[in-house]
């Protein structure tokens, strides 16, 4: 059973960093494109940055173009999102998600979600 789980969401203050994990179970990453999404309060989810299993990555979302980067360890089966100079704005729920596909950015492409990671980025 393909299962994604994030992590490493939490308090921090503005200009700080975060390293979120989303760990892979039931298939190995080198076959999916591996998206990060976010959702905001009283906002759409919207698509962050995704990496192809070529290793590739494309940013979906002008306002993390230069502090946010994704990477993937595929001796752990893991995903992560680099987050710094986070900004208030930042703060959102973090989702990863698994496609068997290109990269996209929009939420109906992805059939299979991780529960959420929350970053709150306050002072």
């Not at 990496?51 to 595929?74: L, M, P």
């Not at 986070?86 to 959102?92: G, H, I, N, Q, R």
Request: glycine fraction near 12%; charge should be positive; include cysteine.
């Amino acid at each position: 059973q393909l299962k994604l789980v994030e992590s490493g969401g939490g308090l921090v203050q503005p200009g700080g960093s975060l390293r979120l994990s989303c760990a892979a179970s039931g298939f190995t990453l080198n076959t999916y494109a591996i998206g990060w999404f976010r959702q905001a309060p009283g906002k759409e989810r919207e698509g962050v940055l995704c990496i192809r299993n070529s290793g590739g990555s494309t940013a979906y979302a002008d306002s993390v173009k230069g502090r946010f980067t994704i990477s993937v360890d595929n001796a752990k089966n893991t995903v992560y999102l680099q987050m710094n100079s986070l900004k208030p704005e930042d703060t959102a729920v973090y989702y990863c998600a698994a496609v068997r596909s290109p990269c996209s950015g929009y939420v109906s492409e992805y059939p299979y979600w991780g529960q959420g990671t929350r970053v709150t980025v306050s002072p």
